[in-house]
């Protein structure tokens, strides 16, 4: 059963989702035709973290981003460049609570348009799943509003497996 969070201070809901968040998976809903696309295809790979102290990050890209011509970003041809941007998304900052909302007061994105605003999220916890909602934002493939839902899992057992 999903859990909607509730940061009001009711002692029966569930904890904050202080941790690290994996991707499971991508989605965007059409409102008017209900059709469902994988803005960055069904392979889509991420880390979201929220810390105790407020801050998040989040990082989301593409499954498989072919590597640049050039061997680096600074070199590689302006076309590729523009692919790589737009296969991926990533911003961080404080975040804060309003009731069964959050929201990520953004200090630093992949996107300009996002640094010094702010992105609703509606999340909910269902044992070792987040699940985030988004209001109709434009979306890939085409700017179309869309809802997103973005599925995470606990990840805490894969920073432990990668430890050496």
Known sequence: MNTPIDQ???????????????????????????????????????????????????ILQAGERPRFSAGNRINAPEAERARAFSSSTTYAGRYTWQGDRVIHHVEVSSNPDWVGGDQLRFPSVDGKRLTITTPPLPTRPDGKLRVSTLVWERGEEVRRGMRR
């Open 8 to 58: 009001s201070g009711a002692s029966s809901l569930p904890a904050l989702p202080v941790g690290v968040w994996k991707l499971v998976s991508y989605t965007t809903q059409d409102p008017e035709s209900g059709e469902i696309f994988h803005p960055f295809g069904p392979g889509a790979t991420g880390y979201l973290t929220y810390t105790a102290g407020g801050h998040m990050s989040a």
